[in-house]
T-cell receptor, first 115, second 119 residues
């Protein structure tokens, strides 16, 4: 079965601290993708990144970086030098498995960055 | 690219009335759109999958007569909450997949959401 676990319900950090959001997944597929989304207080979910299971290289985009480890089924997201604007709920997600249609979202991690 | 527009962003209605929410893919065609409901501080709950030109597929527990979905074109899906009651108050979000031929590995792109309050 497909499953995404985000064990951290809420994290609070002080501005400029680094923070890592954890994501652990389960999938029966041998080839798959993973996504991260950001939901700021305004409500819109913003697509951040898609990674595929073939590529375990870390991805960096500005202050954002992602660490994908197939061995531990984890796809963690790190924000470096956090800013107040990073305050949001972050969701990790799996696209539909073969023969299914549902995207599987984790329960989200609420990040609060304090000034 | 891959912009999804959802309207209205907020609506307040009286109990017993119906509310229509529109979801448009602005720069791509979406054969499939997804409607989610989100309760405060919770994850997304899939309500139904909207397929262009055919009937929507509803998730278990979602009343199809209460939440009418129409996907009349490749760029527009609508959700109508019929005879709304206070318990229908929630945040409704639509999404669409913008990938080549709707590839299952394409990410979903979301509208801004509609906050419905039924008084």
């Amino acid at each position: 079965a497909q499953k995404v676990t985000q064990a951290q319900t809420e994290i609070s950090v002080v501005e400029k601290e680094d923070v890592t959001l954890d994501c652990v997944y389960e999938t029966r597929d041998t080839t798959y993708y993973l996504f991260w989304y950001k939901q700021p207080p305004s409500g819109e979910l913003v697509f951040l990144i898609r990674r595929n299971s073939f590529d375990e290289q870390n991805e960096i985009s500005g202050r954002y970086s992602w660490n994908f480890q197939k061995s531990t089924s984890s796809f963690n997201f790190t924000i470096t030098a956090s800013q107040v604007v990073d305050s949001a709920v972050y969701f990790c997600a799996l696209p539909p498995s073969s023969g299914t249609y549902k995207y599987i979202f984790g329960t989200g991690t609420r990040l609060k960055v304090l000034a | 690219g891959a912009v999804v527009s959802q309207h209205p962003s907020r609506v307040i209605c009286k109990s017993g009335t119906s509310v229509k929410i529109e979801c448009r893919s602005l720069d791509f065609q979406a054969t499939t759109m997804f409607w989610y409901r989100q309760f405060p501080k919770q994850s997304l709950m899939l309500m139904a999958t909207s397929n262009e030109g055919s009937k929507a597929t509803y998730e278990q527990g979602v009343e199809k007569d209460k939440f009418l979905i129409n996907h009349a074109s490749l760029t527009l899906s609508t959700l109508t909450v019929t005879s709304a009651h206070p318990e229908d108050s929630s945040f409704y979000i639509c999404s669409a997949r913008a990938g080549e031929w709707g590839s299952y590995n394409s990410p979903l792109h979301f509208g801004n959401g509609t906050r419905l309050t039924v008084t």
